[in-house]
């Protein structure tokens, strides 16, 4: 059973924002999450850092301004997830602005696989470009960038992964996490990468007299993609990001986002008004994914691009229904994963690589992350890809590091893994179909080397317990407003209840009335995916959010994780 534990807000910061003014409950949350001062919570553009911190900045927008001068093509190439899609979205509009001619190539992760490889750099040179520019990828592309090089072609990296031992030989490289980077913020997505990227083009434009006698672009404008792509590629939100997603929100709430993400805004039901950082994650995110998932990314890029109402509107309704295959295609991968599961020690194992012939590649790493909340421990998941080769996707848990656990395999079996790429918490990687018992092999032994039994048992933290007279509806609209995310976690909060009501809704949710014990008060709450009927009296943790239904806002708890009270 999940050790429930609380985080601890530090006395003084907690109490520096409560004599600014902060509600009580919010000081406890945000100083909990690191937040100092009242000065923190002030994300206004500008208090974003300065791009002139991220290495290779200055001489990229020199080399764009001088492309563009002369009349130069330029393509990127992006990757086939929402951050790629809103990183390609915001270079190609904001490069078109400054008056260059640009077009992108996004790698079909069928065809091609992840990031700038010799293969798809073959197929970019048949558009004849001179320039090539990477977003969300690039950084690992050590062979891409040697055959683009080969080919005349000059490749400016932009990407926010960690590096190898090796970087690739490109005219210049834009990543916060390289090497001799003094960035402050190691957190950005590829969009926020890109963002900056064209901060500094148009800084090096308007030093140059490019725009004379015209207005000067506003790149403000891209924020909405900004945020969507931050939020949706789980990155952590620390200062920085925060602003960006918050300015971001902002443009959508007042109605200003850009069309393609009005339009999916229309097909989820969701109002722009009452926009959140979750439902970029969970509403508009997947959506956007689920055209690299199934089919191509470039469906996606083409609805964040177009201008024309009805045109965004249908590419909206298309991922739309990806997006419902998508989950059916998942569902059924998690029901034969867990049976398989069922035949194993699940619970002794200390990390899980998992593969069947019949797994959809597009969705793995979904599924990799349902395994993962299931058993809590390290999931990679493997699906048939081209050539004898197996794609793997993978989902860590907190004590683990999942790139650099990959990268000890790696040397400790070289050629095992044909090549890997990734971050902390994810990552993804491809071997020989016949080595996937060598690979689960060596990958349990190395985990057993970096985790220990304790590092297995399932904490769930949460922010104590929110005194009763707090449950309602004015601290859940101000919950709401704030932009949670990765090492900002949405808030969480235990309690004891008496289950007063509760009744089967949608055929899988639960919907309960809970008492407050001392209280004559109740709230509603729900609990999704259960049919099981609850105990009269249970501990639980759960969220304070909205529940908006026909026209009428009320505070609802969803519950999480419970147990039964003697």
Not at 193 to 220: I, Q, S
Not at 473 to 489: K, M, N, T, V
Not at 529 to 551: D, F, K, Q, T
């Amino acid at each position: 059973m999940p050790e429930i534990v609380e985080r601890q807000a530090p006395s003084g910061p907690r109490a520096a924002l409560e004599r600014a003014g902060v509600h009580p409950v919010l000081a406890r949350l945000l100083a909990a999450r690191g937040v100092t001062c009242a000065e923190e919570l002030d994300l206004r553009l500008e208090h974003l850092l300065p791009p002139a911190g991220l290495l290779g900045l200055d001489r990229m927008a020199r080399l764009l301004a001088d492309a563009i001068g002369a009349g130069e093509r330029l393509l990127i190439v992006g990757d086939y997830d929402c951050d790629g899609a809103t990183a390609c979205a915001t270079g190609v509009l904001a490069l078109r602005a400054f008056g260059a001619q640009v077009d992108y190539l996004m790698p079909n992760r069928f065809e091609f696989g992840y990031g700038l490889t010799p293969e798809i750099v073959r197929v970019a040179a048949q558009r004849r470009p001179h320039v090539l520019i990477t977003v969300d990828n690039g950084i690992a592309s050590v062979d891409g960038v040697r055959e683009a090089n080969a080919l005349g072609m000059r490749v400016i990296v932009t990407d926010h992964h960690l590096p190898g031992e090796r970087l690739p030989e490109a005219a210049c490289i834009v990543n916060p996490n390289q090497a001799g980077c003094s960035f402050s913020s190691k957190h950005l997505a590829g969009v926020g990468v890109m963002f900056y990227a064209m901060l500094a083009l148009r800084g090096e434009l308007r030093r140059r007299g490019a725009f004379a006698g015209r207005e000067v672009p506003n790149l403000g404008a891209l924020l909405d993609l900004v945020a969507l792509g931050t939020v949706a590629d789980v990155v952590r939100l620390d200062y920085n990001n925060r602003i960006l997603v918050e300015q971001g929100l902002r443009r959508m709430r007042a109605g200003r986002a850009r069309m393609g993400i009005r339009a999916l805004l229309e097909v989820c039901g969701r109002e722009p008004d009452q926009l959140c950082a979750h439902d970029l994650g969970f509403l508009l995110g997947p959506r956007v994914n689920a055209a690299g998932r199934l089919t191509d990314i470039t469906l996606g890029i083409e609805c964040l691009l177009s201008d024309d109402a009805a045109r965004a509107h249908e590419l909206a309704r298309q991922l739309h229904e990806l997006n419902r295959e998508r989950r059916h295609i998942e569902a059924d991968m998690q029901a034969t994963a867990l049976a398989h599961l069922e035949e194993i020690d699940a619970d002794g194992a200390f990390g899980l690589a998992l593969y069947r012939r019949d797994w959809h590649q597009g969705v793995i790493g979904i599924l990799a992350a349902r395994i993962r909340e299931r058993f809590h421990r390290p999931v990679i998941a493997f699906a048939d890809g081209l050539d004898g080769e197996l794609k793997g996707s993978g989902r860590s848990i907190a004590g683990l590091h999942l790139r650099d656990a990959l990268d000890l395999v790696d040397k400790r079996q070289p050629g095992l893994i044909l090549r890997f790429g990734g971050h902390a918490a994810a990552a993804g990687l491809s071997i020989r179909t016949d080595s996937f018992a060598s690979f689960r092999q060596a990958f349990d032994a190395v985990l057993r080397e970096l985790l220990s039994p304790a590092d297995l048992q399932e904490r769930i933290e949460t922010d104590g317990v929110l005194e009763a007279h707090h449950i309602g509806l004015d601290l859940a609209e101000s919950l709401r407003r704030i932009a949670w995310g990765q090492g900002f976690p949405p808030p969480r909060f235990v309690g004891e209840f008496r289950v007063a009501d509760q009744r089967v809704v949608g055929g899988a949710h639960l919907k309960l009335r809970l008492a407050v014990p001392g209280t004559a008060s109740g709230v509603d709450a729900m609990l999704f995916r259960c049919e099981a009927r609850l105990p009269a009296r249970i501990r639980c943790v759960y969220r304070l959010e909205v529940n908006e239904w026909s026209g009428l806002r009320a505070a609802q708890l969803v519950v999480e994780h419970w147990q039964e009270l003697a």
